[in-house]
C-alpha cells in the first residue's frame, strides 16, 4: 500500500509540474542595465528587493567614471513617485510601496532615460503547503496509530493509520527531493504570462534614422532606432535585458576604422536613442542586437551617412592591435571551422556586459555581423573561439574593461578559400 501511494504521489507531481518558460522572471536576482548617457558608458543596478513596502537600492558602475544620474522612480500602478540621485560609491535608496510594474527615470547632461521593471518578491515555492502539510497530518495519523494500536488488541485500524502516515511523509520527503526541479510559482509583482506565449510574438521590425537627417563630421547627432511589432505595427516596447542590456548597438564606417559599441536609451515606447559624433564622412553601418519576450534574439541592421571632411584626432578608447597583441590560430583560418583568437590586455581585465571581454566580427562588406565572448581567461589574456563563416576579409574588434576603462583593439583576418 505504502509504495501505491508513494507511486501516485510520484504521478501527481509529474502531472502537475508544467515545463519552464524560456523568460520566466525571477524574484531575488539584481537587474544590471548598460546605458550609454553623457558621454560615458555605466551600468546600472537595481539591487533585489525582499519586502515591499521597503527600500529599492540602485547602484551604478562606470567605466571608469559616470556622473551623477539624477533619479525619478514611478509606480504604473498608482502614479507614486520618488526621487533620488546615484553616482558610483554612492548608491540611492528610494522607497516602493508595491509590488508590480515601475518606471525608473535616469537623467544626466541633457540626456534621460525611461527604464521599464518590475518589482518582485518572492512568495516563496508552491509546494511549500503540501511538504507542511503532508508533514502535519502525517504526524497527526502517526500519533492516532499509536493511540489506537494501544487500545485495539487486533491493531488493523493502526496499522492503516500508520500506512496513511507514511504514505504522506513519503510524499512530503518527494516533494523536497524534486522541489528543484519543480515549477516555481510566479513572484508578487510578475507580469501575467501572455495566452498565445508558446506560439511566440513576431520579430521586430526597424527604421533607422539619425538627427539631423545629415549628420556633419565633428558634430554630435542622435543615432534612432525605432521597433515595430511585425504583425500589428505598434512600437515595440517588450525587450527582455540581453546580455545586461536592453539593446546593443554597433555602429561602424564602411571602412572599419570608426567604431562604436553603444547601449542606446529608451526614450519613449519602442524607441531607442543615443548620441554620438564622428570623425569621417561616408557611410555608416548599424546592427542592433536584441532580445523581445517569447520571440528570441535578433540581429538589425540599417545604415546613415556623414557629411563634411575627415578629422584627424584619434580616439584615445581604440588601439591598434601591434605585433603580439593578437593571436589567431591557425595563422589562416578555415571557414566554417573553430579559430582561436588571442589578445593580450593592458591591464587586468574586469567584467563588462556579464562577460571577461568581448569580439566583434564583421564581413568587409558589411554583410555579416557576429558576436561572441570571452567566458574568463586568468590573467592579463582573452581567448574567444570564432568560426568565419566563409572566405574573405574581416574587420574585428575585442573589446574589454578595466579599471581605466574600456580598450577596444581593431584587427583584420584573412580566410583564404
Do not use: C
Not at 558602475?61 to 507614486?80: E, K, M, N
Not at 510524499?171 to 516555481?184: S, T
Not at 574567444?384 to 578595466?402: D, E, K, M, V
Amino acid at each position: 500500500m505504502i509504495r501505491l501511494l508513494f507511486l501516485v504521489g510520484l504521478l501527481l507531481v509529474v502531472m502537475l509540474a508544467s515545463p519552464a518558460a524560456a523568460h520566466d522572471v525571477k524574484a531575488g536576482a539584481d537587474l544590471r542595465i548598460a546605458q550609454t548617457i553623457a558621454g560615458a558608458e555605466l551600468t546600472l543596478v537595481i539591487k533585489a528587493t525582499t519586502r515591499v513596502p521597503g527600500p529599492l537600492r540602485v547602484e551604478v558602475i562606470g567605466f571608469p567614471s559616470a556622473p551623477t544620474l539624477d533619479l525619478r522612480l514611478r509606480s504604473v500602478t498608482d502614479g507614486r513617485v520618488v526621487t533620488g540621485t546615484v553616482a558610483p560609491g554612492r548608491p540611492a535608496q528610494l522607497r516602493v510601496e508595491e509590488t508590480g510594474p515601475h518606471e525608473l527615470t535616469v537623467g544626466a547632461g541633457g540626456e534621460s532615460a525611461v527604464i521599464p521593471f518590475r518589482v518582485l518578491v518572492d512568495r516563496g515555492s508552491g509546494w511549500e503547503f503540501l511538504i507542511y502539510g503532508g508533514l502535519f497530518v502525517a504526524g497527526l495519523l502517526l500519533v492516532g496509530g499509536l493511540l489506537t494500536g494501544a487500545f485495539n488488541r487486533r491493531g488493523r485500524s493502526a496499522f492503516v493509520v500508520t500506512a496513511v502516515a507514511a504514505a504522506g511523509l513519503a510524499v512530503a520527503a518527494l516533494i523536497v527531493i524534486l522541489d528543484p526541479w519543480l515549477p516555481a510559482g510566479s513572484p508578487a509583482g510578475a507580469e501575467p504570462r501572455p495566452t498565445d506565449s508558446l506560439l511566440g510574438r513576431p520579430y521586430v521590425q526597424r527604421v533607422v534614422t539619425t538627427v539631423p537627417a545629415s549628420p556633419a563630421v565633428g558634430e554630435e547627432f542622435v543615432a534612432r532606432v525605432e521597433l515595430f511589432d511585425g504583425s500589428t505595427g505598434r512600437p515595440v516596447d517588450d525587450l527582455t535585458i540581453h546580455h545586461e542590456a536592453m539593446a546593443h548597438l554597433v555602429v561602424t564606417s564602411e571602412d572599419g576604422r570608426y567604431f562604436r559599441h553603444v547601449h542606446p536609451l529608451r526614450t519613449a515606447p519602442g524607441r531607442l536613442e543615443v548620441r554620438l559624433r564622428a570623425d569621417r564622412p561616408g557611410r555608416y553601418l548599424t546592427y542592433v542586437e536584441l532580445e523581445r519576450t517569447d520571440s528570441g534574439g535578433q540581429l538589425l541592421t540599417g545604415s546613415f551617412t556623414v557629411t563634411g571632411s575627415p578629422t584627424v584626432s584619434p580616439d584615445p578608447a581604440i588601439q591598434d592591435a601591434t605585433a603580439g597583441t593578437v593571436t589567431v590560430t591557425p595563422a589562416a583560418p578555415q571557414a566554417g571551422r573553430p579559430a582561436s583568437v588571442e589578445v593580450a590586455t593592458s591591464g587586468t581585465p574586469r567584467p563588462w556586459l556579464g562577460m571577461a571581454g568581448h569580439l566583434i566580427v564583421r564581413g568587409a562588406d558589411g554583410e555579416f555581423l557576429g558576436h561572441v565572448h570571452e567566458m574568463g581567461t586568468p590573467g592579463n589574456r582573452l581567448r574567444f573561439t570564432f568560426s568565419f563563416p566563409a572566405p574573405g576579409r574581416y574587420l574585428a574588434w575585442a573589446q574589454y574593461a578595466t579599471d581605466r576603462g574600456i580598450t577596444t583593439v581593431p584587427f583584420t583576418v584573412e580566410v583564404p578559400r
